[in-house]
């Protein structure tokens, strides 16, 4: 008889009751990326962060790579998640949910200097990396959607026309930017003023036609 498949190393990662030692594992990825940057990351620099030992990951992932994307993945989907309700607890005017939704980009828990950390180096290494590229697609593809449908909305109320999907782009990048900006230097691009610069620029946008409206 033919023996049976050798099990996979590391245990599913769905599976329920590794949930809670997954979870912290990945947030000692966090930290591990955030002090060494995501191509220098180690098994030993994980295990440091979280304080277990070398052999334990491989019980609940199959591999280190397995385990830096299922963190990077959940960093995405936090921020998704965060966004969303953010949005939604603004109330039903569009660009009240769109300010809603850059105050939560420069605020906890999205904005924290582990997960800002890990996002910058999401973006940076994406293009050399099929894996991640793929993670930073499906985050942001239906983030920015989600902004050129508010954006229609609050022009459309306003009497104002735009290119939504342009403007998306544009709010995101900078977001995006801002990040990269306090990860090198915190003290002159701080969160505030990151914010700031994003509502600055949707109030560029709309606010000057609600005098109008």
């Known amino acids: 008889m033919v023996k049976a498949a050798k099990r996979a190393r590391g245990r599913p990662i769905g ?3 590794q ?3 997954r979870q912290e594992f990945v947030v000692a990825v966090m930290k591990a990326i955030a002090e060494h940057g995501y191509k220098d990351v180690t098994v030993a620099t994980i295990c440091e962060a979280a304080g277990f030992s070398r052999g334990l990951i491989g019980h609940y992932f199959p591999s280190k790579d397995a385990l830096l994307l299922h963190a990077v993945a959940e960093v995405a989907k936090d ?4 966004t969303r309700a953010a949005a939604e607890a603004a109330g039903h005017d569009p660009l009240d ?3 809603a939704v850059v105050a939560a980009c420069f605020r906890a828990p999205v904005f924290t ?7 910058v180096a999401l973006a940076n290494t994406s293009h050399w990396s099929p894996e991640l590229a793929e993670i930073y697609r499906k985050a942001y593809r239906p983030y920015r959607r ?3 449908r508010l954006m229609t ?3 459309a109320s306003r009497g104002l026309k735009i290119n939504p999907e342009r403007l998306a782009i544009t709010l995101t990048q900078l977001t995006e930017g801002l990040w990269s900006g306090w990860a090198a230097d915190p003290k002159t691009v701080s969160a505030a003023e990151g914010e700031a610069a994003c509502h600055d620029l949707l109030n560029a946008f709309f606010s000057s036609t609600r005098s109008n409206s």
């Open 113 to 119: 200097p582990e997960r800002v950390l890990v996002w």
């Open 15 to 17: 599976s329920s009751d």
């Open 153 to 155: 909305r609050a022009g």
């Open 146 to 148: 989600g902004l050129a």
């Open 97 to 99: 949910r769109l300010h």
């Open 19 to 21: 949930e809670p030692k």
């Open 79 to 82: 921020f998704e998640q965060a």
